[in-house]
């Protein structure tokens, strides 16, 4: 069974950083790229962050470019987001995604996601 | 900001079908890139519902069923059960933004 448990949430002061952690089980971790999801307080879903099952690909949403950094270690079946100059809107909880499809990354789907993990950035 | 459109909420009786509209652009869903459907039962992990516009992954009953054509994708649900009561998401890629870009998510109430 697919299991995504992500990790290192809190609170944070604007400015701040923090960093998330996903560890995945249950499938070849090595073999799918993986993304980050969040859902501010009383919205909807927003993408933050794709990377390729190798780390040769990443892609960023605009509203995170230059402030979070995407990484992964297959050795250790992990998944992370390095978030710096934290504000406001990123308050959300942090979903970590297992992507799903062909090698045009544009197409997958996210096939199974973790519980979340709530950052709260407040002074 | 969602570049997907979809109405806030939509009801029905129990048995009965309703369907989401997924509004997009030229820069999405109108070129031709994939539709996703998400559920989403507040405080718990999202699930992946339909993919590749009209794809049911194992274990999704045959009560959910999507659609394609033009800018928008619709997701339909017959026989309306209790359980179904969820916020639902549909997702797809804009060329534009290189970016996954969800829909700004619908409400499912049954009566």
């Known amino acids: 069974e697919v299991e995504l448990v992500e990790s290192g949430g809190g609170l944070v002061q604007p400015g701040g950083s923090l960093r998330l952690s996903c560890a995945a089980s249950g499938f070849t971790f090595s073999g799918h790229s993986m993304n980050w999801v969040r859902q501010a307080p009383g919205k909807g879903l927003e993408w933050v962050s794709y990377?390729?099952?190798?780390?040769?690909?990443?892609q960023y949403a605009d509203s995170v470019k230059g402030r979070f950094t995407i990484s992964r270690d297959n050795a250790k079946s992990s998944l992370y987001l390095q978030m710096n100059s934290l504000r406001h809107d990123d308050t959300a909880v942090y979903y970590c995604?297992?992507?799903?499809?062909?090698?045009?990354?544009?197409?997958?789907?996210?096939?199974?996601w973790g519980q979340g993990t709530l950052v709260t950035v407040s002074s | 900001q969602s570049v997907l459109t979809q109405p806030p909420s939509v009801s029905g009786a129990p048995g009965q079908r309703v369907t989401i509209s997924c509004t997009g652009s030229?820069?999405?869903?109108?070129?031709?890139?994939?539709v996703h459907w998400y559920q989403h039962l507040p405080g718990t992990a999202p699930t992946l519902l339909i993919f590749?516009?009209?794809n049911r992954p194992s274990g999704v009953p045959d009560r959910f069923s999507g659609s394609k054509s033009g800018t928008s994708a619709s997701l339909a649900i017959t026989g309306l059960q209790a359980e179904d009561e969820a916020d639902y998401y549909c997702?797809?890629?804009?060329?534009?933004?290189?970016?996954?870009?969800f829909g700004t998510g619908t409400k499912v109430t049954v009566l």
């Open positions: 997702q797809s890629y804009d060329g534009s933004l290189s970016a996954y870009v």
């Open positions: 995604t297992r992507g799903q499809g062909d090698t045009r990354w544009y197409l997958h789907r996210l096939g199974n």
């Open positions: 990377i390729k099952s190798d780390g040769g690909n990443i």
């Open positions: 590749n516009d009209n």
């Open positions: 030229s820069s999405n869903i109108g070129a031709d890139y994939v």
